[in-house]
């Protein structure tokens, strides 16, 4: 799968995925909506994103999930 609008520079967040090059992780978008901020509420808030920037950030999320397995206690 590829990824238009994530980003991995090791010179930018220390090499974290982020959106566009920006200075703006995944992970704290993902957050942002794991909380429960909406998509509205959030691109208000950083005028700098787009809603594609969202929409490509889950995308990435599920990719990942699908990747990675996790042991869960019990």
Same mark, same amino acid.
Request: hydrophobic residues 40%; charged residues 30%.
């Given at each position: 799968?590829?990824?238009?609008?994530?980003?991995?520079?090791?010179?930018?967040?220390?090499?974290?995925?982020?959106?566009?090059?920006?200075?703006?992780?995944?992970? !704290?978008?993902?957050?942002? *909506? +794991?909380?429960? @901020? %909406?998509? /509205?509420?959030?691109?208000?808030?950083?005028?700098?994103?787009?809603?594609?920037?969202?929409?490509?950030?889950? !995308?990435?999320?599920?990719? *990942? +999930?699908?990747? @990675? %397995?996790? /042991?869960?206690?019990?």
């Amino acid at each position: 799968m590829k990824f238009e609008r994530i980003t991995i520079d090791p010179n930018v967040c220390t090499g974290k995925p982020c959106i566009r090059g920006l200075r703006f992780p995944v992970s !704290r978008l993902l957050g942002l *909506l +794991a909380s429960g @901020e %909406t998509q /509205e509420s959030i691109l208000r808030a950083y005028p700098y994103l787009e809603s594609e920037d969202i929409m490509e950030a889950l !995308r990435y999320a599920a990719f *990942l +999930a699908e990747e @990675e %397995t996790v /042991e869960v206690g019990k």
